[in-house]
């Protein structure tokens, strides 16, 4: 079983950025996709980023390319989501998730495991 925990949320200024982590713990290999959600009030849960243990294959959501940058540590067993030049329309509460396959998914019911979700605010 895996456990993920998100952090790094918070109210910041448009044109600002932030840095999410996500911390792994529990059962699992390096086979496992790692991927970031985002969910904002009255919408569905959109996927974001998704990246490999190893880093060499890294997914984004078009629309976010250029801005957002995921990455991972894998001595801390972390997940990162980088976020520049965020804007209003980027509020939403961040899911880091993971499936057991590497093949790409960007669904979010294709993902067994979730965190508990970061509140990220952006102010105009």
């Known amino acids: 079983q895996v456990q993920l925990v998100e952090s790094g949320g918070g109210l910041v200024q448009a044109g600002g950025s932030l840095r999410l982590s996500c911390a792994v713990s529990?059962?699992?290999?390096?086979?496992?996709?790692w991927a970031w959600f985002r969910q904002a009030p009255g919408k569905e849960r959109e996927f974001v980023a998704r990246?490999?243990?190893?880093?060499?294959?890294?997914y984004y959501a078009d629309s976010l390319k250029g801005r957002f940058t995921i990455s991972r540590d894998n001595a801390k067993n972390t997940i990162h989501l980088q976020m520049n030049s965020l804007q209003p329309e980027d509020t939403a509460i961040y899911y880091c998730?993971?499936?057991?396959?590497?093949?790409?998914?960007?669904?979010?019911?294709?993902?067994?495991?979730w965190g508990q979700g970061t509140q990220v605010t952006v102010s105009s």
């Open positions: 998730a993971a499936r057991k396959k590497l093949t790409y998914i960007d669904t979010a019911t294709w993902y067994p495991y």
């Open positions: 529990g059962r699992f290999t390096k086979a496992y996709a």
């Open positions: 990246t490999s243990w190893s880093g060499s294959s890294i």
